[in-house]
């Protein structure tokens, strides 16, 4: 009997411990992506070609309409519930005065690894300015899961 009254509030601990697991995860990439006047973000599905398509939108901000994050996520509990990404953006508007934008989407739980794109339209993205600094970050209802962040941030 004693040995089951010492067992007891340790078996009690461990069965609520594993009621409330949050989900476990994070934001393990991501690519900012100008996007040109058309909307894409390379000319073939080549990564060179990507990459020297990208130097040359970076090179030549007139060709540019927009910016898309693609973003690669890590969530290891399949039950979570109410996932989503925010992207938070800092730019230089007009007259140097700073601005900021973010947008949010939903990401569907899963476990194992995940792409999400989150696009900045040209009508935000002309408002918003040159991109100075960015943050992405996973959140589950209010709780902060992963989050990866760019240097200047």
Known sequence: MRRLLTLLPAALLLATT?????????????????LDLKGRH???????????????LRQHPEQRSGLRFDILTRVRTRNAVNLRLKVEMRGIAQGNLPSEKI???????GGGSRWT???LGSDDYKILGEITAWRVSLWEGDQLIGEQKSFLW
Do not use: N, W
């Open 117 to 119: 794109a989150i696009t």
């Open 103 to 109: 947008l949010e989407k939903e990401v569907k739980a």
């Open 18 to 34: 594993l009621c409330s697991v949050a989900a476990t995860g994070r934001v393990a990439k991501v690519l900012p992506h100008f």
């Open 42 to 56: 390379a000319l073939s599905p080549s990564l060179y070609e990507r990459d020297a398509y990208q130097a040359q």
